[in-house]
């Protein structure tokens, strides 16, 4: 089944531990990129991907940091987190050359928060 | 201004009648007009997109894009309850590398049976 597979789904954390929220796609994606949901704000790209070792920031990139050292995998790390990453994540994917269909792909969702 | 705006809502619609759910946008650069849907704690999945001036039709689905008054919409015909979810609007400017798109914060529709 195509899918795109984030971990973990919910997480409670404290102030400056680090973690990492994994992504998986299965779908030979060449693009993948990371959002937070937050109520009132929508959803804000914080990093994509176009290709493997190939990243940038999106509009809310400060904070997190992620590799794309496979071109199945999108991680996202967050080194040290604060309240004000609590937010609900989505991975999400796409053939380049249907990304102009905004045929997006999303992950299930990580919903983190930091106390 | 934001870039992408839509009514939050809520909107409620009898079953059986015509939602109309709009957004507008602020770069006239932008391309590409989509409309994902979420229901309550899932995901967004696409439902249409729509590239140039007028009406895309897909089933019960209508998407009118209106470029001059930066205006995009999306008519439910026959509305089901099943069709209870929140409409994201996302709009795709022109950006060689970054396939991003820009959402709105989405419009949370209600159909009352």
């Known amino acids: 089944e195509a899918q795109v597979t984030q971990n973990p789904r919910y997480l409670i954390t404290v102030t400056g531990k680090k973690l990492t929220v994994t992504c998986s796609q299965n779908m030979n994606h060449e693009y993948m990129s990371w959002y937070r949901q937050d109520p009132g704000l929508g959803l804000r790209q914080i990093y994509y991907?176009?290709?493997?070792?190939?990243?940038d920031k999106g509009d809310v990139p400060e904070g997190y940091k992620v590799s794309r050292k496979e071109k199945r995998n999108f991680p996202l790390i967050l080194e040290s987190p604060s309240p004000n990453q609590t937010s609900l994540y989505f991975c999400?994917?796409?053939?380049?050359?249907?990304?102009?269909?905004?045929?997006?792909?999303f992950g299930e969702g990580s919903r983190l928060t930091v106390l | 201004q934001k870039e992408v705006e839509q009514n939050s809502g809520p909107l409620s619609v009898p079953e059986g009648a015509i939602a109309s759910l709009n957004c507008t946008y602020s770069d006239r650069g932008s391309q590409s007009f989509f409309w994902y849907r979420q229901y309550s704690g899932k995901s967004p999945e696409l439902i249409m997109f729509?590239?140039?001036?007028g009406d895309k039709e897909d089933g019960r689905f209508t998407a009118q894009l209106n470029k001059a008054s930066q205006y995009v919409s999306l008519l439910i015909r026959d509305s089901q309850p099943s069709d209870s979810a929140t409409y994201l609007c996302?709009?795709?400017?022109?950006?060689?590398?970054?396939?991003?798109?820009?959402f709105g914060t989405g419009t949370r529709l209600t159909i009352i049976p």
């Open positions: 996302a709009v795709r400017t022109a950006n060689f590398g970054n396939e991003k798109l820009t």
């Open positions: 991907s176009m290709n493997v070792e190939v990243t």
């Open positions: 999400a994917s796409s053939l380049i050359q249907r990304a102009n269909t905004g045929e997006l792909f």
């Open positions: 729509i590239y140039s001036n």
